[in-house]
Nanobody
Framework: QGHLVESGGGLVQAGDSLRLSCVSS????????MAWFRQAPGKEREFVAA????????HYGDSVRGRFTISRDNAKNTVYLQMNSLKPEDTAIYYC????????????????????WGQGTQVTVSS
């Protein structure tokens, strides 16, 4: 079980880029699939992207595919989310999460499958 801390959020204009980081204090980080979710005011938490524990497999939500890239550095216990071509509808609190118990090779996209969560970092995109 690890403590997750996100950073890198902020206020940007449409079309700009941001890179979010999430550092884990857990010793099992390199064996866990990791994901980013986001939650806008009044909406449910939404899957954004996930990455396998090796980093070889990634999966994206339809609304961010082609604009966002998830990556990880297991030596630094860190997962990243590079966000390009940001849109006002990307405005949300972004959370990273770890999946400690995925029995399959397919990455999971439901919040219920993720065990540990960070506190979130706010991303605001102005038009």
């Amino acid at each position: 079980q690890g403590h997750l801390v996100e950073s890198g959020g902020g206020l940007v204009q449409a079309g700009d880029s941001l890179r979010l980081s999430c550092v884990s204090s857990g010793r099992a980080f390199s064996r866990n699939d990791m994901a980013w979710f986001r939650q806008a005011p009044g909406k449910e938490r939404e899957f954004v992207a996930a990455i396998s524990w090796t980093g070889a497999i990634t999966h994206y939500g339809d609304s961010v595919r082609g604009r966002f890239t998830i990556s990880r550095d297991n030596a630094k216990n860190t997962v990243y989310l590079q966000m390009n071509s940001l849109k006002p509808e990307d405005t949300a609190i972004y959370y990273c999460a770890s999946d400690r118990s995925n029995p399959n090779t397919e990455l999971r996209t439901s919040t219920h499958d993720y065990d540990d969560w960070g506190q979130g970092t706010q991303v605001t995109v102005s038009s």
